[in-house]
């Protein structure tokens, strides 16, 4: 159902965290010393090393639970065909789920019967209220 063509889609999400001063400190000293160019540098390092540590767990669990790795883009075609076939989507991601803008909130209501998104869920307003009580 995923479709290759998609407008400019950001590739990260911002985070907010709250770290104790001596943490803070003790980045700064090393971005300082040139291991790493910023704040936001030594914290991807540090998650993806962390994620690498489970990489394991990690890919038992994805399969284990069917999710879709990376992005997952429906747009208005890839839902009338599922309509057309009389299916109802359950849609599972580990990254981006993408909803494009243009898709009718009755169009998404009527072919999604739920979504598990484990990162971020891109899609209108509309669409959210319409599919509320199926997003997880």
Do not use: C, W
Not at 58 to 80: I, P, S, Y
Not at 87 to 109: F, H, M, N, T, Y
Request: aromatic share 4%.
């Amino acid at each position: 159902m995923a479709t290759t063509s998609s407008p400019r889609i950001s590739e990260s999400e911002k985070l907010t965290i709250n770290l104790g001063y001596v943490d803070l400190g003790q980045i700064d000293l090393l971005v300082a010393e040139g291991f790493y160019s910023n704040r936001s540098d030594f914290i991807r390092t540090a998650i993806r090393n962390h994620l690498a540590s489970h990489g394991e767990a990690l890919r038992h669990v994805v399969a284990r639970k069917m999710l879709v790795l990376g992005l997952q883009r429906f747009t208005v075609e890839d839902l009338t065909r599922a309509q057309a076939a009389g299916e109802k989507l359950q849609i599972r991601v580990l990254g981006l789920a993408s909803i494009a803008d243009d898709v009718p909130a009755q169009l998404a209501a009527d072919t999604i019967e739920s979504i598990t998104v484990l990162g971020a869920l891109h899609a209108s307003p509309a669409v959210r209220a319409a599919l509320a009580g199926r997003i997880t």
